[in-house]
């Protein structure tokens, strides 16, 4: 179960299960149309057509855009499913979707104004229902308005749900983590970028828009500050040594793999698409 968080890696992310799905002829979660599968409205077994399940009723993957309800997910995945999403620096992941989805046409307001406005005046009704503050805790299933001792139980329910939480600042350390968990090869999570902004421009944060972005956005900050705090041990494990294989090794072998399947890729006449099948 990968849970898709907004502009923190979560495409490229989502492009490796996919491909190990298709690669291991594994059956993944879809729905009718589109790629939304109970966002932001909640999911329900219901949004699977019939026909998109095996008799059973069980998927192998689910890494489409949802919103965490634990006892709706586990209807339709095996009660071994691993648990994973990703996070990033929120104020570095506000800036990146609040410009990416253009969202100062709703909002009325460049983000770069921000920081001339007292938080609390700071007015962000969600878009569509789709995006606004708290952007990372709202996937998780819990409103962006949470705070004080119910935001705190919130981080800790996620620290029981989640097998494992990447960090976008983390990258390449995270997928060796990843790696492991699921007893992958290293090919298996050799990752493409996917869903940038490439050369468009991207904000500069100076700190006091930086302040001003966590600020707003404090319930991610908490969830965040929690599971880098918690993501720190492992990788301290694996840049050592002490868990068999350095980052820095992986790494290099990582790019040298993907080095190599772009070459691979020119070859072929057309790719298929996975997201598809």
């Not at 009718?32 to 399940?53: A, D, E, T, V």
């Not at 749900?161 to 290293?186: A, Q």
């Not at 720190?232 to 980052?247: A, E, I, L, Q, V």
Request: glycine share 6%.
């Amino acid at each position: 179960m990968f849970i898709k968080t907004q502009k923190c890696g979560s495409t490229t992310l989502q492009n490796i299960f996919l491909r190990y799905g298709y690669k291991n002829d594994l059956i993944s979660a879809l729905p009718s149309k589109g790629n939304l599968l109970g966002y932001p409205n909640g999911f329900k077994p219901s949004l699977i057509p019939r026909r998109l399940l095996p008799p059973e009723g069980k998927v192998d993957i689910f890494a489409l855009h949802t919103r965490v309800a634990f006892e709706e997910q586990m209807k339709v995945l095996h009660s071994d499913a691993r648990w994973v999403t990703v996070l990033r620096e929120p104020a570095s992941q506000f800036e990146s979707f609040y410009n990416y989805f253009n969202l100062k046409k709703y909002f009325k307001k460049d983000l770069a104004e921000f920081k001339d406005i007292p938080v609390a005046n700071i007015s962000l009704p969600r878009y569509r229902g789709f995006f606004g503050k708290n952007q990372m805790t709202f996937v998780m299933g819990y409103p962006d308005s949470i705070s004080g001792e119910p935001l705190h139980q919130a981080v800790e329910e996620l620290d029981r749900l989640f097998d494992l939480v990447l960090i976008y600042e983390h990258w390449d350390e995270s997928l060796i983590l990843l790696r492991h968990l699921l007893c992958w090869s290293l090919h298996d999570v050799v990752a493409f970028k996917k869903n940038s902004r490439g050369r468009r421009k991207k904000l500069a944060l100076d700190p006091e828009m930086r302040r001003t972005l966590r600020e707003l956005n404090y319930a991610d900050v908490e969830l965040y500050e929690h599971f880098l705090a918690k993501h720190r041990w492992p990788r301290k494990s694996f840049r050592s040594g002490t868990s068999g294989t350095s980052t820095a090794a992986i790494a290099q072998r990582g790019r040298r793999r993907r080095g190599k399947l772009r070459k691979e890729a020119r070859k072929e006449p057309k790719q298929r698409d996975l997201g598809t099948r």
